[in-house]
């Protein structure tokens, strides 16, 4: 049993800690709800999020909504272009929005969003707990020059990087513009939230500054991949806008760049259960920063 500095919480998804790549089995349920409770969606939804690692919940927004959020994403886009804050992320090698971090406490709109029961009730139901935003963003994937997010377990990073200490976490993604299966849709291993992808290598220190433009720690190895993908396929989240992707914290994911003409604009929303709040990280890098993920001001999402 590998214990982490300082904290003596048995580390039981120890990562980038000298082990060889290779899978273990998760240690937590995926549904943390018990059968008795009445979910807030049809159930058919529930057993699929609990067999694949994600569900596609199709016209949960409005077209009223959705071009309000598509006008808000435009304005930030534009005013972080200007004032260049640290919550933006830029793609490599050009001035192009990559991310922007934080927005359900920089904009009003994404605020209103990350709250809206329809995202909420689903979020508490699945995590059977009270739940606080433990990271917000909207991914621009840009037409012709948006990029790639090489494969990664979100848990492996949000575990070692951040120390959320078990799968008890979820991320929301919203689509803002269609996902189409050609201008780099999120790809999803359906099953692999089953199986822990230990990573080899380590965690450099302030690892985020690069790993937000081009993830090249914390991932899997070719083998690890190859052997996921045998087991479980590919599939891409393809939606129109207002669809809602629910992929449990753990589930093996990535996205090709896109070079189409059409962006791929979605905002994601990370609920964590109150009760797996953050301790100190597992790696022997210092916390990443309050845009990335939430530590100083842990609050539940009230009802
Ligand atoms: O490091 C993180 O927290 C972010 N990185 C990726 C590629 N997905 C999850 C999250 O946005
Ligand atoms: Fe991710």
Redesign the pocket.
């Known amino acids: 049993m590998v214990f982490s500095r300082a904290k003596l919480m048995p580390d039981v998804y120890a990562s980038r800690n000298g082990q060889n790549a290779r899978l273990v089995g998760r240690r937590d349920p995926v549904v943390h709800a018990s059968k008795e409770q009445a979910p807030p969606v049809d159930r058919s939804f529930i057993n699929t999020y609990n067999e694949q690692g994600f569900v596609v919940l199709n016209d949960v927004f409005t077209p009223d909504e959705v071009s309000t959020f598509q006008q808000e994403l435009e304005r930030l886009r534009a005013a972080q272009k200007s004032q260049q804050s640290g919550d933006v992320i830029t793609e490599p090698n050009s001035n192009e929005v990559r991310?922007i971090f934080r927005v359900h406490e920089s904009s009003r709109v994404f605020k209103a969003l990350a709250v809206d029961e329809r995202l909420v009730d689903l979020a508490r139901y699945l995590l059977d707990d009270e739940v606080y935003i433990h990271?917000s963003?909207l991914?621009y994937k840009p037409g012709f020059r948006g990029k790639e997010?090489?494969w990664?377990s979100?848990f492996e990073?949000?575990h070692v990087?951040?120390g959320m200490p078990r799968m008890r976490a979820l991320?929301m993604s919203i689509t803002l513009t269609e996902n189409f299966d050609y201008n780099g849709p999120l790809m999803l291993i359906p099953g692999s939230h089953q199986q822990y992808v230990v990573c080899e290598g380590e965690t450099p220190e302030d690892h985020?500054l690069a790993?937000?433009q081009k993830?090249e720690y914390g991932v899997p190895s070719d083998d690890c991949m190859k052997s996921l993908t045998a087991q479980g396929g590919i599939v891409s989240a393809t939606g129109k806008p207002g669809s809602v992707i629910v992929f449990d914290c753990n589930i093996m994911h990535?996205s090709n760049g896109n070079i189409t003409p059409f962006p791929r604009a979605n905002a994601?929303f990370?609920y964590n259960a109150l009760s797996n709040k953050i301790v100190n990280p597992f790696c022997a890098q210092a916390p990443?920063p309050e845009h990335?993920?939430t530590r100083k001001n842990i609050i539940p999402i009230p009802k």
Do not use: A, P
């Open positions: 991310s990271q963003r991914n997010f090489y990664h979100d990073t949000w990087e951040d991320s985020h790993s937000l993830q990535g994601f990370v990443r990335i993920c």
